[in-house]
């Protein structure tokens, strides 16, 4: 097709997204339209199995995308486009427009259901550390690093373990920014940080790949809670979010919910036993 023809098509589905919206009625019912028009949904994630993880061959997997193309084919979007991004850079990134919503396991609490719209609750876990065999520093807790001022953790940025680290108590300095779980391993095995953390699945899966004896894990991290994600949307699309949340609740009803996480370990009925208000208004 000559480049006239590519120009006529995208000006035809943007023109038909735009006709989608106005005829929908109300600007946010008009998302889902828009939607259906663009024959995809703009998901953000962050390649950290088995949340979520892209293959070299660009195939985009992992629990919390898996749910939602399943979800959005229910709602007759035909497919998701992911983008990776940082923990901390999905809510500016959703803001701005340029993800349509984050499928990426990030954790319900406070600060950020005031920021997004989340769906109910998908994906639950608790948090682990990564240490050398034998555990040195004989760490347990977040509190158990900040008190040794010598050690330093690694987290992702804006992530939830940065924050647990900074809130126990860990000076800025001593909490290492780290951008992937690959990078988080190598820096522990090169013993460039005492510890690394994220949620235990992800811990667990980067442990099962390192084939590596000298790491131990350390999980639960004691004091700090067990997180649940939820699919989280710009505000203003509680109509998207709302018919997301209708056809997750016929998933969980039906159990095939269970079929999509359950096989990468995660629980449904850890998901399916609390709630985004309980999660939205935890201390
Ligand atoms: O929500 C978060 O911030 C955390 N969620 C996951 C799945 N991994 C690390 C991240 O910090």
């Known amino acids: 097709m000559n480049k006239l023809g590519i120009l006529a098509g995208v000006a035809g589905v943007a023109l038909t997204a735009i006709l989608a919206a106005a005829t929908a009625g109300s600007a946010d019912e008009g998302k889902l339209e828009e939607l259906k028009a663009q024959g995809f949904a703009r998901v953000a994630i962050a390649n950290e199995p088995p949340y979520t993880a892209v293959a070299a061959d660009g195939k985009v997997s992992g629990a919390a995308p898996d749910v939602a193309r399943e979800i959005f084919k229910r709602l007759g979007v035909n497919d998701i486009v992911a983008s990776i991004s940082e923990y901390g850079a999905m809510i500016p990134g959703l803001q701005a427009g340029r993800f349509d919503v984050v499928t990426a396991g990030l954790f319900m609490k406070p600060e950020r259901c005031a920021a997004v719209v989340y769906s109910e609750p998908v994906l639950c876990d608790a948090e682990a550390m990564l240490v050398k065999k034998g555990n040195p520093k004989g760490f347990k807790s977040y509190e158990d690093v900040a008190k040794d001022t010598s050690a330093t953790i690694g987290a992702p940025g804006g992530g939830t373990e940065e924050k647990l680290a900074l809130t126990a108590g860990v000076p800025r300095e001593r909490v290492i920014v780290v951008p992937d779980g690959q990078s988080g391993l190598k820096m522990l095995q090169d013993g ?92």
């Open 192 to 283: 460039r940080i005492d510890a690394y953390s994220l949620p235990v699945l992800s811990i667990n899966d980067l442990v099962k790949k390192a084939n590596d004896p000298n790491l131990e894990v350390v999980a639960p991290v004691v004091g700090a809670p067990v997180y649940c994600d939820g699919a989280a949307f710009k505000k203003g699309d509680e109509a998207l979010r709302d018919a997301y949340d209708v056809e997750l609740a016929k998933l969980k009803e039906s159990g095939e919910f269970a079929k999509i996480i359950e096989p990468y370990g995660f629980s449904a009925a850890a998901a399916m036993s609390t709630s985004r208000d309980k999660l939205c208004s935890a201390k």
